[in-house]
């Protein structure tokens, strides 16, 4: 019995969502801690494809305990569709609770945050333009709206707080259409609507039974190197997807925390903005792309892509207290003569090595990195089940991996499906 973080270790996409499935069929209580429809997490069963933006993973694991953390910004509209989908498609629900603290995304956060990625012109993040950056600032700054503010009786004198000071934004720095208190108080009323069989009113009843029952999976969005505090910043989220979000954003202390489970792709991918120091912008990177289905859940956009980095990989490894690997779409490189691995970062102007990650991201344009070079397998790997049966080069590329990071694999992910999956140990059974 214990508790589990699942946390991206890279700049999101990394398969947590598959990890997150396989993991909640032993889980008793599946928390989403942070981020919010910006996140697409694809969990393949069978012959069927589930594409989540806002629900816990875990929903698909029948009669498991789910529930929307306060961490989270939650967009009324993607839930209700999320949820029709799901039940369209005879998924229970009946076990899905959200957090009355969990913020909501209004439509004029989707306003801003498109209006303010076009005046970055070429500074532009690459946002997924789903509103999050203004919901969370909103959050930060004391102006924005929680789930359970659409229940409370001083919703409109909230409104008559909060209002002038939207619209002031939006008409006089973006030139966009203000909102009428009327529309809003009735968005707000619908909202209330959708939300109400899911809201968690006992949620801290509820913590403490999930403490008591153990097995709690921690479910993270995003990645380390999106994290507003570690990543790449600005080219960042606006939230914490580090493992330490587990705990602002569910409301369990950190002590509940037995294991982190870090999931690495075992080559790096980036959407949006923002530096990349291994990014391969030829031949082979398009070969990742194409082979890996690199293209993004929720906005389709291309994937960067570039060889693994084991400097970023150690930095996740300690600002997320990383336990075990996961390590996910090996596979891709089943046809590659060559793996390349970067160890350090070399300054082109004086050969400075770094071997931490830099995190003055004003330096990234004079790195170049530096490579081990392991040679491919050029075998077919997706059906592999048992460890011993892997090749041996794959089992010599892993095994550097979990030397720089300083934790072992416990999963191998050769496929998108649940049984393409190579468990060395259930990180449940390591609590
Ligand atoms: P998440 O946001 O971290 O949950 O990841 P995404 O769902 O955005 O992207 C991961 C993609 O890779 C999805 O399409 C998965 O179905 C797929 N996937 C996950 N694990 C594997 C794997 O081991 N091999 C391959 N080929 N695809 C995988
Ligand atoms: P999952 O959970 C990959 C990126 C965006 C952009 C930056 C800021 O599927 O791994 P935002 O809309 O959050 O303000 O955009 O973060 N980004 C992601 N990249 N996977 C995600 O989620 C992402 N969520 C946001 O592309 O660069
Ligand atoms: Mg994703």
């Given amino acids: 019995m214990g508790n589990v973080v699942v946390v991206g270790a890279q700049w999101g996409d990394e398969g947590k969502a598959k990890i997150t499935d396989l993991l909640s069929k032993?889980?008793?209580?599946?928390?989403?801690?942070?981020?919010?429809?910006?996140?697409?997490?694809?969990?393949?069963?069978?012959?069927?494809?589930?594409?989540?933006?806002?629900?816990?993973?875990?929903?698909?694991?029948?009669?498991?305990?789910?529930?929307?953390?306060?961490?989270?910004?939650?967009?009324?509209?993607?839930?209700?569709?999320?949820?029709?989908?799901?039940?369209?498609?005879?998924?229970?629900?009946?076990n899905l609770k959200l957090s009355p603290l969990a913020s909501i995304t209004m439509p004029y956060h989707i306003d801003l945050d498109g209006a303010s990625e076009s005046s970055l012109n070429?500074?532009?993040?690459?946002?997924?333009?789903?509103?999050?950056?203004?919901?969370?600032?909103?959050?930060?700054?004391r102006v924005g709206l929680k789930v359970q503010d659409l229940y409370d009786e001083e919703l409109s004198s909230k409104l008559d707080k909060i209002l002038p000071l939207k619209n002031s934004i939006l008409t006089k720095v973006y030139a966009l259409k203000p909102y009428s208190k009327?529309?809003?108080?009735?968005?707000?009323?619908?909202?209330?609507?959708?939300?109400?069989?899911?809201?968690c009113e006992n949620w801290q009843e509820t913590l403490i039974e999930a403490k008591k029952n153990g097995n709690i999976l921690f479910e993270g969005a995003q990645g380390v190197m999106l994290d507003v505090d570690f990543g790449t910043y600005p080219y960042v989220t606006s939230s914490n997807p580090i493992a330490g979000g587990a705990s602002t954003g569910s409301g369990l202390g950190p002590n509940v925390i037995d294991e982190v489970i870090g999931v690495f792709k075992a080559y790096i991918t980036r959407v949006g903005e923002g530096p990349f120091v291994?990014?391969?912008?030829?031949?082979?990177?398009?070969?990742?792309?194409?082979?890996?289905?690199?293209?993004g859940t929720t906005t389709g956009r291309a994937r960067?892509?570039?060889?693994?980095?084991?400097?970023?990989?150690?930095?996740?490894?300690?600002?997320?207290?990383?336990?075990?690997?996961?390590?996910?779409?090996?596979?891709v490189f089943d046809t590659f003569d060559e793996i390349k691995l970067c160890t350090s970062y070399r300054d082109k102007r004086?050969?400075?090595?770094?071997?931490?990650?830099?995190?003055?991201?004003?330096?990234?344009?004079?790195?170049?990195?530096?490579?081990?070079?392991f040679e491919g397998w050029k075998t077919d790997i997706s059906n592999i089940k048992n460890f011993n049966d892997l090749p041996q080069n794959l089992i010599t590329y892993l095994k550097r991996i979990e030397e720089i990071v300083g934790a072992k694999v416990s999963i191998i992910s050769v496929g998108p499906k649940r049984e393409q999956t190579i468990m060395l140990q259930n990180p449940f059974a390591n609590c």
């Fill in 26 to 94: 032993d889980a008793n209580f599946i928390i989403r801690y942070q981020g919010g429809c910006n996140a697409g997490h694809t969990v393949v069963v069978g012959n069927e494809t589930f594409k989540f933006h806002l629900i816990p993973s875990g929903v698909l694991n029948k009669g498991k305990k789910c529930f929307i953390g306060s961490g989270v910004v939650i967009h009324p509209e993607t839930f209700n569709k999320e949820i029709n989908d799901l039940k369209a498609r005879n998924i229970d629900l009946s």
């Fill in 350 to 373: 004086n050969g400075k090595i770094y071997t931490s990650y830099p995190t003055n991201i004003s330096l990234h344009k004079h790195l170049e990195p530096v490579y081990e070079t």
């Fill in 304 to 331: 960067r892509c570039g060889w693994f980095d084991a400097v970023v990989a150690k930095y996740s490894a300690l600002v997320s207290g990383i336990t075990q690997i996961a390590l996910t779409k090996i596979d």
């Fill in 182 to 199: 009327e529309e809003i108080l009735q968005l707000c009323k619908e909202y209330a609507q959708i939300f109400k069989p899911y809201v």
């Fill in 278 to 295: 291994t990014e391969l912008d030829n031949q082979i990177g398009k070969q990742i792309q194409t082979i890996g289905a690199e293209f």
């Fill in 122 to 141: 070429e500074n532009k993040i690459g946002t997924t333009k789903k509103g999050i950056g203004p919901t969370y600032t909103d959050k930060v700054a």
